[in-house]
């Protein structure tokens, strides 16, 4: 009822000022396009604040502001904090995600582990599911992968951290993961998106190799709007020309996504360069960059 109603206020304020309604009903859930013909005399800017008092109105949505829940305005000043276990994310905090590309075996991720926790990582990362550009390429372990990083978890009490690939593997990687990832392949996978946001659990969300930071964000708030509200965002790195690195770092994007968001952003250097020579000081560059 209150949905019919906002709908019919909103149907005659368009009508008197020269706004058309451009979408609504079946597949736009509780949203509503409203377009400004050639007759409007208000702004965007002006309508959105004359819209925004409407009753029903729960949020509106502009070219300037075109997300809600991971929006600057619509987090704490000093930005959203994450806790995941012992690591903490944002608003100052320092934390390191380190680990294999994936899992292979007990043993060894386990004496990773160890080594890791003693130099300061407080996160584990290792793939069970991987995506491979290769159909013939180790495509990881899969279950056993998740039951080994549980057990490493357990004997040293670090976070684990990771990959999701596939809707159907959300529930199962979620009884085992503290953070599920959603890698730079899947971030336009909007179904996978609704799924990991609505799974209750942390996500750390990596950039698209080739996606431009309006369409992070959104991907981003794909997972709020599923739900989820600690989101942590990753740069990790362009496709680029240049074979001397694997890809292009853009060091820019870490205070230009924090004029735009509460979220933390981490930075993956080692995927970000593809040479351990560069670890380092890319670390820094992140740190010093805001990260």
């Known amino acids: 009822m209150e949905r019919d109603q906002a709908l019919a206020k909103l149907r005659d304020w368009s009508g008197n000022n020269a706004y058309s309604i451009g979408g609504y009903g079946p597949g736009w859930g509780d949203c509503v396009e409203l377009n400004e013909t050639p007759e409007a005399a208000l702004s965007e800017s002006e309508a959105s604040s004359e819209v925004d008092l409407i009753k ?10 075109p997300v809600r829940h991971v929006a600057l305005e619509h987090g704490p000043a000093a930005g959203s904090r994450i806790k995941v276990g012992p690591a903490v994310f944002g608003a100052g905090a320092v934390s390191v995600i380190a680990g294999p590309c994936s899992v292979e075996s007990l043993d060894g ?10 130099s300061g990582a ?14 013939y390429s180790f495509q990881g372990l899969g279950l056993p992968g998740l039951e080994i990083l549980a057990t490493v978890r357990t004997e040293t009490g670090m976070s684990v951290v990771t990959e999701v690939m596939d ?10 993961a503290d953070m599920l990832q959603i890698g730079s392949r899947n971030m336009m996978n909007y179904a996978l998106l609704r799924e990991a946001g609505a799974a209750g659990k942390p996500v750390l969300l990596k950039r698209g190799m080739s996606a431009t930071l309006s369409e992070f964000l959104f991907a981003a708030e794909y997972l709020a709007h599923a739900g989820c509200s600690d989101i942590v965002l990753c740069e990790r790195g362009l496709r680029h020309f240049d074979p001397t690195v694997r890809n292009l770092l853009d060091l820019a994007a870490i205070p ?9 952003v981490v930075v993956d250097p080692s995927h970000g360069t593809g040479d351990a020579s560069l670890v380092p000081p890319m670390l820094a560059a992140a740190a010093a960059a805001g990260a």
Do not use: D, I, N
């Open 56 to 65: 029903g109105v729960a949020a509106v949505l502009t070219s300037e502001q």
């Open 109 to 118: 991720l386990l004496a990773l582990a160890h080594s890791l926790r003693e």
């Open 122 to 135: 407080t996160a584990l990362r290792g793939g069970a599911f991987k995506p491979r550009t290769s159909p």
């Open 167 to 176: 809707t159907r593997q959300v529930e199962l990687v979620s009884e085992y």
């Open 256 to 264: 230009a996504l924090k004029q735009r968001t509460h979220l933390p």
